[in-house]
């Protein structure tokens, strides 16, 4: 997982996810999960939400902070309006449970979380729970009103979300939700579920609760730009190559380690969902639609020594059915221009959407000239951060009994950006009524994989794995 810096024009009060990463010396891990059968913890007579960690990661132990940080302030929802303080997300909250693939990871997580929140982590040796079928055990340690934290990679993520939906809990899912489109309908089938037993889910695009953002989309939607006609997305950097598969151990482990968090399909998805779905669900927001088409294009550079899944440029051009563009862009090479941000063109004026690492620097400009001295319009310092935030809604749904459900919205988005990376990878147009009616998956056995499992993707005799092929490769 990358690390995430603050911008300094929105440092939170409460502690972030990537304060306690910085100050906890955390790295970031992905992981899929398992245990023992325990008893069930017993919930005293009190308002507590208690969580179980499903992934015990950079990522995951983050949220558990924001978690426990989770104060009276509620931003806005998704449809423009402005900050509210709606109140209600404040009250106990504890950890009860942990579930990770590695032993390290689950140790190291634990004794950073208990370092940092004290007694608020309630997980005794009995309640961390170890291997592929750990999600169970700690989500059975949960209570209806509480809350299982689905963390790990991509893969796992529909079975997870099924499982903590059939025992009744309420759930907080990051992103990316699915690495296919069998699993986006698997993740779909469950928010159905979902609604139907009021359950409150959460998904961690984060940028949707963002004050500034969503002021922006009111100006938008009010007209200030006039006609949205083309969206620029662009995430580029140096890089995240790997090196061979080393042998001598267990390739679905070693695939599922926490150096290789986005390096493989039917596990993350790749580099390009995990880095670009926010900016891609940020487009879709914008349009309030969803595109018809994506095409594109992508590669590697010459001498490439990378022997992950991934290639390292891809740029897609998304239709919608006014005709409207989204251009997506991801580049992941050393030495080049490095650039983090999404822009809007509208009729009357440009504007900017977000900047590096997510920044909240949202903004309209006089006309279509990109430059902070032709800034027109800027929208009230954010005072809760979006990462924050999500959590404040999540919890304040959850003890108001109001409807959160954020399922259906992560889901769709995930699929826009899984049609935009079929499109580059088969070097096919792409439709969104093909991307809805697939059921391609990656991995069709996700649920019984265990330890012994053989990886559902080898390495050849270099330890290179299998690249996509424009022309042949098919994902849709």
């Known amino acids: 997982m990358l690390s995430m810096k603050h911008s300094n024009q929105n440092?939170?009060?409460?502690?972030?996810?990537?304060?306690?990463?910085?100050?906890?010396?955390?790295?970031?891990?992905?992981?899929?999960?398992?245990?023992?059968?325990?008893?069930?913890?017993?919930?005293?007579?009190?308002?507590?939400?208690?969580?179980?960690?499903?992934?015990?990661?950079?990522?995951?132990?983050?949220?558990?902070?924001?978690?426990?940080?989770?104060?009276?302030?509620?931003?806005?929802?998704?449809?423009?309006?402005?900050?509210?303080?709606?109140?209600?997300?404040?009250?106990?909250?504890?950890?009860?449970?942990?579930?990770?693939?590695?032993?390290?990871?689950?140790?190291?997580?634990?004794?950073?979380?208990?370092?940092?929140?004290?007694?608020?982590?309630?997980?005794?040796?009995?309640?961390?729970?170890?291997?592929?079928?750990?999600?169970?055990?700690?989500?059975?340690?949960?209570?209806?009103?509480?809350?299982?934290?689905?963390?790990?990679?991509?893969?796992?993520r529909a079975p997870h979300l099924e499982?903590?939906?059939?025992?009744?809990?309420?759930?907080?899912?990051?992103?990316?939700?699915?690495?296919?489109?069998?699993?986006?309908?698997?993740?779909?089938?469950?928010?159905?579920?979902?609604?139907?037993?009021?359950?409150k889910i959460a998904a961690g695009l984060m940028c949707r609760h963002s004050s500034a953002r969503q002021a922006l989309i009111q100006k938008i939607r009010e007209g200030a730009m006039g006609q949205v006609q083309l969206i620029r997305a662009y995430r580029m950097d140096s890089g995240y190559f790997m090196g061979p598969f080393p042998g001598g151990q267990s390739e679905l482990l070693w695939q599922l380690s926490p150096g290789h968090p986005y390096q493989f399909l039917w596990s993350s998805g790749g580099v390009f969902i995990e880095l670009m779905i926010h900016q891609i669900d940020e487009c879709f927001w914008i349009k309030d639609s969803y595109p018809v088409s994506a095409h594109g294009v992508g590669g590697r550079f010459a001498g490439s020594a990378d022997c992950s899944q991934n290639l390292d440029s891809y740029s897609i051009e998304y239709t919608f059915a006014d005709g409207t563009k989204a251009l997506v862009t991801g580049r992941y090479i050393p030495n080049c221009r490095e650039e983090f941000a999404t822009f809007v063109h509208g009729t009357q004026c440009a504007a900017k959407f977000s900047g590096n690492?997510?920044?909240?620097?949202?903004?309209?400009?006089?006309?279509?000239?990109?430059?902070?001295?032709?800034?027109?319009?800027?929208?009230?310092?954010?005072?809760?951060?979006p990462w924050q935030a999500e959590w404040n809604v999540l919890l304040s749904a959850i003890r108001n009994d109001r409807p959160h459900n954020e399922a259906r919205r992560a889901a769709l988005s995930n699929l826009g950006a899984i049609m935009g990376r079929a499109a580059v990878h088969s070097g096919k147009?792409?439709?969104?009524?093909?991307?809805?009616?697939?059921?391609?998956?990656?991995?069709?056995?996700?649920?019984?994989?265990?330890?012994?499992s053989p990886a559902p993707v080898r390495a050849d005799s270099q330890g290179r794995y299998p690249a996509p092929i424009p022309g042949k490769t098919m994902e849709i």
Request: aromatic letters at 6%; glycine letters at 10%; a negative charge.
């Open 357 to 385: 690492v997510h920044a909240p620097t949202s903004w309209l400009y006089k006309d279509q000239r990109i430059e902070q001295s032709n800034i027109d319009w800027q929208p009230e310092k954010e005072t809760v951060n």
């Open 163 to 199: 499982y903590a939906v059939q025992k009744g809990v309420n759930v907080f899912m990051e992103k990316d939700f699915a690495p296919d489109p069998g699993g986006v309908k698997r993740i779909l089938r469950a928010g159905e579920a979902a609604e139907k037993k009021n359950l």
């Open 11 to 156: 440092q939170d009060p409460v502690a972030s996810r990537r304060d306690f990463l910085r100050t906890t010396g955390q790295l970031a891990a992905v992981s899929a999960l398992a245990g023992i059968p325990l008893p069930h913890v017993h919930a005293a007579v009190d308002n507590t939400i208690r969580l179980a960690l499903i992934g015990c990661g950079g990522r995951g132990s983050g949220a558990v902070a924001n978690a426990m940080s989770a104060g009276g302030l509620v931003l806005g929802d998704d449809s423009g309006t402005q900050p509210s303080t709606r109140g209600g997300a404040n009250g106990p909250v504890k950890l009860v449970a942990m579930a990770d693939l590695r032993q390290d990871r689950l140790d190291q997580s634990h004794q950073a979380l208990s370092q940092r929140l004290g007694d608020r982590i309630d997980v005794p040796k009995e309640r961390r729970f170890l291997g592929f079928d750990a999600y169970r055990q700690a989500i059975d340690c949960l209570r209806p009103g509480d809350v299982a934290m689905l963390t790990t990679h991509a893969g796992f």
């Open 429 to 452: 147009l792409i439709t969104w009524e093909e991307a809805m009616a697939s059921d391609f998956q990656f991995c069709d056995h996700v649920d019984q994989l265990n330890a012994n």
